[in-house]
């Protein structure tokens, strides 16, 4: 498969364990994934030898810190291959920099009677701060559709975007359906009409390679914890242009320039967005994420995936009466479904039973829901660290709860 996963799974001494009384099958990736010991080692080395706070001391280990801080910069530069440092911001994760430019980028560009554009399948996370400006601007909120297999019905921007669209906000790959969205073909038509667009690469960063010049993505976002990396990091990559001209989001240390009780002046990118002691050590864990995923390659990362996704699509299909929601050729390993009439509550406590943990409920994403008349899904969701033979026990959890009702 490109590289050998019985070596990775020794990177990840979390999933050696047992829950009630089984091998834990961890299949909720796409919530949180496992962190490697590279990364757990990086953290506490850094924690035990180098801890201080950054940007602010002239001693030697304020001066490490910042050095290993502004090192992390870098190696998000290069993996969204972004063209300077400076678009590089570090926030607590996707939401808060969906929030950031939500509120920032609204502050300047959006008045009353503007246009929002994001799709009916956004995370809520990519909807909310969308909706909270139309409110403070008195703006409207418009929503590109998908189609039941779970592909966006992009072919309808054209007709949905006008002069007062200000942005158009989408996932790269949607938390529910898996579907990978065409979207350079969407920056480009919203390009042709002079908006710029946000994409949420929470779910895409960790499966498909990105760069965002290629792309020509404004913004893009996504969160550490979902890339082998630690919680309460995240970043905003922006392009200089429209960061320069946002106002900053929060405000306090790091941030200024010069203050006095009469006019503060802020510090230049990408301190700007950056208020307050930031999560440095996450930033440092970040990096080392980053490079671990790097030195496997994305490329058989993203094949090894997709051979867990068509062998764990095939063999639940083959069970029968199982309704998966999101079918599209172009899909990264999500899969939510329906067995027979089962609740997803009782699923999902039913499979932690046999030591297998799934999402179930609305997955941050009640327009998904709607969409589907449901009130709740369970999802499996696949790292290239999972095995066939987890797929193996999934299914044969899945035989025996349904043997059960
Ligand atoms: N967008 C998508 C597509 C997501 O999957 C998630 C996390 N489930 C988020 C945004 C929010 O990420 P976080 O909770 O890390 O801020």
């Not at 008349?373 to 035989?399: C, G, P, Q, W």
């Amino acid at each position: 498969m490109g590289f050998n996963y019985q070596n990775i799974r020794k990177d990840f001494p979390i999933l050696d364990q047992q829950v009630n009384l089984r091998p834990w099958t961890y299949l909720d990736n796409a919530a949180t994934s496992q962190r490697p010991i590279q990364v757990i080692e990086k953290i506490r080395e850094f924690s035990v030898l180098t801890n201080a706070n950054i940007h602010r001391g002239t001693h030697t280990h304020a001066i490490r810190t910042t050095e290993a801080y502004e090192n992390a910069r870098e190696i998000v530069k290069d993996f969204l291959h972004a063209k300077e440092r400076e678009e590089v911001i570090f926030t607590h994760g996707t939401t808060e920099s969906i929030n950031l430019v939500a509120w920032s980028f609204c502050e300047k560009f959006l008045s009353e009677g503007d246009e929002i554009i994001v799709t009916e399948m956004e995370h809520h996370a990519n909807i909310v701060p969308w909706q909270m400006a139309c409110e403070r601007h008195h703006a409207t909120l418009k929503v590109i559709p998908f189609s039941d297999n779970g592909e966006l019905k992009s072919e309808l921007l054209t007709a949905l975007i006008s002069d007062r669209t200000r942005i158009i906000a989408v996932t790269h790959v949607s938390n529910t359906l898996g579907t990978v969205n065409p979207v350079k073909e969407i920056i480009r038509v919203a390009h042709s009409h002079n908006v710029p667009v946000l994409i949420d690469g929470a779910q895409s960063v960790p499966h498909i390679s990105i760069d965002v010049q290629d792309l020509d993505c404004d913004f893009f976002v996504f969160s550490g914890h979902k890339i082998y990396g630690p919680t309460g990091i995240g970043v905003l990559y922006g392009k200089r242009a429209w960061l320069e001209a946002m106002p900053p989001f929060l405000g306090g240390g790091e941030m200024i320039e010069r203050v006095t009780f009469e006019k503060t002046t802020y510090n230049e990118l990408p301190y700007k967005f950056e208020a307050g002691t930031p999560h440095y050590v996450g930033a440092i864990g970040l990096g080392t994420a980053i490079q671990y995923i790097l030195n496997l390659g994305l490329d058989h990362i993203a094949s090894y995936e997709h051979h867990l996704l068509t062998e764990a699509s095939e063999k639940m299909k083959a069970l029968g009466n199982l309704q998966i929601f999101g079918e599209t050729p172009s899909k990264t390993g999500v899969i939510s479904f329906q067995l027979d009439q089962i609740h997803p509550f009782d699923l999902g406590t039913l499979l932690d039973q046999l030591g297998i943990a799934v999402r179930t409920g609305r997955l941050c994403a009640d327009p998904v829901m709607d969409h589907y008349h449901v009130t709740a899904m369970t999802r499996a969701s696949f790292a290239f660290y999972n095995t066939s033979e987890e797929i193996d026990r999934f299914i044969e959890a899945l035989k025996r709860i349904r043997s059960m009702f």
